[in-house]
């Protein structure tokens, strides 16, 4: 058993701690939080401001940045630096072996990860969502519930696929492109752009 740090305390970090509870490998010692600072300590033993954080940082410790928003969650690993991280995969979620999944990372309850896919750190494959063969995603990416990702496709740096989208075979998704809530992405996308739609159109603004 690690002890770990947990950073973020809104919706997402209920979720994320259900599946590291149910994991039943790490504790959670603490949590820490600039803006809910005022919440319980929902059972770890301290509580206190993210940016009291290097006062917290030892050899032996996990982090986990339980943050939703994949450009906080981004910037928060940066701030911390050298720190390990603690890998979370829900006992319900099937991850083939030949799949790497990178620390900093959760896999929610009822999740499929195939054969050589590759999601990177800080990324959350979230509730029922499935992630088929060859997939490589970078990092701090967000697969939202129910959310599909055929083989092949590559996704990049803080993508976020909305809930129930799907991604059709080999499409490349650009950097912090965003995919609407039950969208078919039939092309690649351009780097930080909204589409949404059966089939996916951007955004115009
Ligand atoms: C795509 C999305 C990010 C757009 O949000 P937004 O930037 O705030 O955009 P708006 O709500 O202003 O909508 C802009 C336009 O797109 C349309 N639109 C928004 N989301 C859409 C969707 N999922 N499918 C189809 N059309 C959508 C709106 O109706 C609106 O159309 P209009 O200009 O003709 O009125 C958001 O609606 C969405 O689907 N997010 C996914 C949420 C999710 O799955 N979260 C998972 C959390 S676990």
Redesign the pocket.
């Known amino acids: 058993m690690a002890d770990v740090i947990i950073v973020g305390d809104g919706g997402h970090s209920k979720v994320v701690r259900e599946c590291l509870e149910q994991q039943g490998v790490d504790t959670i010692i603490g949590i820490l939080d600039n803006k809910y600072t005022s919440y319980e300590k929902n059972g770890a033993q301290f509580r206190a401001p993210f940016d009291d954080f290097e006062q917290y940082k030892k050899d032996t410790t996990l982090w986990f940045i339980a943050i939703g928003d994949n450009k906080a969650r981004a910037g928060v690993a940066a701030k911390l630096g050298d720190v390990r991280y603690a890998t979370i995969i829900h006992p319900t979620a099937i991850i083939s072996k030949a799949a790497t999944i990178e620390p900093g990372t959760v896999i929610m309850p009822l999740a499929v990860v195939q054969p050589d896919s590759v999601i990177g750190a800080h990324t959350i494959i979230?509730t029922g969502a499935i992630v088929e063969h060859d997939v490589i995603i970078s990092e701090a990416a967000h697969v939202?519930?129910r959310a599909t990702v055929t083989g092949g496709v590559k996704i990049g740096t803080g993508v976020h696929v909305?809930?129930s989208a799907v991604v059709n075979p080999g499409v490349d998704l650009g950097a912090y492109s965003?995919i609407?809530?039950?969208?078919v992405v039939v092309g690649d996308t351009e780097a930080g752009m909204?589409y949404?739609?059966v089939p996916a159109r951007k955004?115009e603004r």
């Not at 609407?180 to 969208?183: F, P, R, S, T």
């Open positions: 979230n939202s519930p909305g809930a965003v609407g809530a039950g969208a909204t949404v739609g955004l």
